[in-house]
């Protein structure tokens, strides 16, 4: 827990606790970054004790946490009880989303392990060195992304999931190859939920766009080829 001095003091008590759990569980060593912090959560990059590297997202118990989570969170109908409770789950949900994009085979962290406010995920980089976001390393193919990236929303969307924050900004660039991480603000596909699904198709296009890429898919076509979802 060495490495841990320099950032415990930023922490709430309880979530000290459950870092110290995850230690004791072999699940984290020292707590080594950051590598990506948020207006209220934090992302960290250790070592399980056998030595495999992981992504630590920690979200913040703070009133200012609480009040960032998306008033749709509702919608998933779990906002209730008091704000320590509403991260905890909010965390879970998190980890949910992901392990569901992992089980039907989109290119994501693996999901290892949630507590209370802390998830663990497989780390994406090699030697320490994380992926950069595609915001700062462009350095792929448009229409090979694009294909891709398009495919996952619809696969995402017929299994009833929307990413919910979907942009460069949340999908890394390992060896040219497109990872999508941070389902904090995944929702489940409705017909009250698809103007984030939307949402997530313009912000696509607006960025590919830009990059160049002339024939983009419309959302009336996406939702198309999904057809299937809860109306
Ligand atoms: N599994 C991971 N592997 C490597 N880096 C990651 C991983 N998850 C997150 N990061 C880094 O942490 C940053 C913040 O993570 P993210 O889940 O997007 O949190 P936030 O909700 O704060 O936006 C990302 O931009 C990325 O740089
Ligand atoms: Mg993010």
Redesign the pocket.
């Known amino acids: 827990m060495q490495g841990n001095k320099t950032f415990l003091h930023v922490f709430d008590t309880h979530t000290i606790k459950n870092i110290v759990k995850l230690s004791s569980d072999g699940l984290i060593t020292n707590l080594l970054g950051p590598?990506?912090?948020?207006k209220e959560?934090y992302?960290f990059y250790s070592r399980d004790s056998h030595d495999n590297e992981v992504?630590v997202?920690i979200h913040r118990h703070s009133i200012l946490a609480f009040k960032q989570i998306p008033s749709y969170f509702s919608l998933r109908g779990t906002k209730s009880g008091g704000f320590l409770k509403v991260i905890d789950d909010w965390t879970r949900y998190e980890y949910s989303a992901l392990e569901k994009a992992e089980r039907i085979g989109i290119s994501v962290?693996k999901p290892i392990a949630v507590y209370r406010n802390i998830l663990i995920?497989?780390?994406?980089?090699r030697d320490g060195e994380?992926?950069?976001?595609a915001v700062k390393d462009s350095s792929f193919d448009v229409e090979e992304w694009y294909k891709t990236i398009i495919s996952f929303i619809i696969k995402m969307g017929k299994h009833g999931l929307i990413h919910g924050d979907l942009s460069p900004?949340?999908i890394?660039n390992f060896e040219g190859k497109p990872y999508i991480?941070?389902f904090?603000q995944s929702l489940k596909l409705t017909s009250l939920t698809k103007d984030y699904l939307e949402r997530d198709v313009t912000n696509i296009n607006n960025w590919f766009e830009k990059l160049g890429k002339t024939e983009l898919v419309s959302y009336k076509n996406i939702l198309e080829s999904i057809e299937n979802y809860e109306k």
Not at 121 to 125: A, H, K, L, S, V
Not at 130 to 133: E, F, G, K
């Open positions: 590598i990506g912090t948020g959560s992302v992504a997202k962290p995920m497989g780390f994406i980089g994380q992926a950069q976001t900004y949340n890394l991480i941070d904090s």
